[in-house]
């Protein structure tokens, strides 16, 4: 995915957008080399010291700088993944301009580096059907306004056809919108690498944007109820029963998964959470105090997981959520693994929980 | 569009993310007043100087700090429209991190601000049937890829039905990328919005990415003729005539639309350039010593529009390009107007010859 700037278009661009206004040369950044170690450069004549930070790095690591201005490190072959970056110039930390892949985020601005593996991984773009992922806007009644969310239909998916989909509907994380799932979980490419597998089933995936500010959180569980799943069934041709609706999320979207999906589980018959962050008000209302009819739950739930790495900050509060969950007679199963409250993970829990989903 | 964050989920996220790892605090940016005056804002404490620069300013203003380290300035009403915008902290320009709208591009890293109008503008998200913006991946034999292309299909749009579409194939900028047209264009709503009315004809708009670094440029237009027009024409409902191809694009996309279109006049009968960057070794070999059948162009191009603005940096090379195709004796219409090479002049070139084609 990386693009290479050849030096004949270097100096076109440049040309052009010298005569454009003042803009930086066009330098390659980040390459990744073949060993999996990779090359950062930063532009710059005035700063006094470039670092780069990164998911890949246990501290950041200082950059030298060229005659011409150029900054760069090469740091050491990286086990393959798609990982977070950033660029601490002086005092400030911003995303890498030469990067087109931002993480998509309301709060910080990083760059994502894609490091291939010598075999193709679960998220790589591979010789299989694509589905289509497509953006779409829906009515909210719940919270007054339009909103975006996005759709992932499989390959051979036909709007028309007499086939009925199953729905997995994906939440993001605390100040991620509803296009971090697939820039930086792959989602879209999960799902195609596992179909074309036979290792998941063929459905449809719903990633609505989760952040409801200024509202209060517990809108969103209503957004997602009253406002989504029906702008979904309207448009769609997907099984409209609980045994064709999964609900998952990562970290502040996991805490929304055991949210919305255990207060109607009447509704959605899949529940997934991952890394879930669960100290909200929200929670706390539902499942303080809380007397569930667990026969009656375990019953109606076909599958109900919570994954977590056991680097992550929240560890020790999702282990006592899951010891909580068995302490109800609730049939929950836990994916402990190694990793942090990374997307790294994020994606391996989805990976994991998409082959479980709908069978 | 804006997101704002209120008290109480700044405090929750703060408490996450702080015990995630360390990030500066939420604060709102940019804050768009109902007179369309507009606050910046940017938290450091130990930056220097921060300055915001965007092309509603004629030259970076200076932000103020306050005793938390908030940076901020408030800029005089700006007439309504969609800006892009930067900040310059000490010596780094970046975009605003506290904004989700960043401008979709490889080489700079700007945010863009929409101000909205009194009444509706032609980009504004407006109450009216929304057609859809799907991501999709396209194998290129000429480029040896596979690369992504987004299609918005217009409201109503049945793949299976009987209404065949024409189709505008539409070009980003030098150093843009394919999403850069919904993004910062809007192509999307603009076509919601004149279909809602009736000015433009029902039509997939096709945006595709026209870099094709390091391979020399001529081969956008092989991957164009060879491998994308043909990838949309397998794959949906459209007229496979000349009649219902439309190719438009604005920079060096508008470049690109000049040599694609006239090169092939039997396949594109409407040709729409935006500013058109032609400073190319593929525009000087088709049209150096060029003798065209103008007559026989003439009946094939239904419309032929070169649009620039006074003000436009290329406005001088534009204006000989359009004599030249005049003393050819082709019929070119020009469009000039008020306004630089930006993306508020390129959603009015969008918006004007949305409303020509396919009539």
């Known amino acids: 995915m990386k693009r290479i700037v050849s030096l004949l278009s270097a100096v076109f661009l440049a040309g052009i957008t010298a005569m454009a206004q003042q803009r930086p040369p066009a330098i ?61 110039v002086d ?3 911003m995303s890498d301009p030469n990067n087109t892949y931002i993480f998509a985020n309301e709060r910080f601005k990083r760059s994502i580096v894609d490091v291939p593996g010598d075999q193709l991984l679960v998220h790589s773009l591979q010789n299989v059907p694509h589905g289509k992922v497509s953006y779409r806007y829906y009515k909210s009644g719940t919270l007054g306004t339009t909103r975006q969310l996005l759709v992932y239909t499989p390959p051979g998916f036909d709007p028309n056809g007499k086939t009925r989909y199953p729905v997995l509907y994906l939440i993001h994380g605390g100040s991620d919108t509803e296009e971090t799932w697939t820039k930086v979980g792959r989602a879209n490419l999960i799902a195609d690498n596992l179909m074309a597998q036979g290792k998941a089933k063929p459905m449809l995936i719903v990633m609505p944007y989760g952040n ?38 990562f970290s502040v979207g996991g805490g929304q998964t055991l949210n919305i999906g255990l207060t109607n589980p009447d509704k959605f018959a899949y529940v997934c ?26 019953k109606q739930l076909k599958l109900f997981t919570i994954s977590v790495g056991t680097e992550d900050f929240l560890y020790e509060p999702v282990k006592q959520n899951i010891a909580m969950f068995k302490d109800k007679k609730l ?29």
């Open 331 to 359: 049939a929950v199963k836990s994916y402990i693994v190694p990793g942090g409250h990374t997307w790294m993970n994020c994606k391996q829990y989805l990976a994991t929980t998409l082959q479980e989903v709908f069978k």
């Open 28 to 88: 390659s950044s980040p390459d990744v080399h073949p060993d999996h170690s990779i090359t950062f450069r930063y532009f710059s004549r005035n700063a006094k010291k470039v670092m780069v930070s990164g998911e890949f790095l246990s501290a950041p690591v200082a950059m030298t700088k060229d005659t011409l201005g150029i900054w760069s490190v090469t740091v050491p072959p990286v086990k393959p993944d798609i990982y977070p970056y950033s660029f601490t």
């Open 212 to 249: 409801v500010r200024p509202a209060p959180m517990p809108d969103f569980t209503k957004d997602m109820v009253n406002d989504i799943v029906p702008f979904i069934e309207a448009n769609f041709p997907v099984i409209k029963e609980s045994k064709g609706r999964a609900v998952a999320g």
């Open 91 to 93: 005092s400030v930390q």
């Open 273 to 298: 959470s991952y890394a879930p962050f669960t100290a909200t008000d929200e929670f706390k209302k539902n499942f303080t105090d809380w007397s569930p009819d667990a026969a009656q739950m375990n």
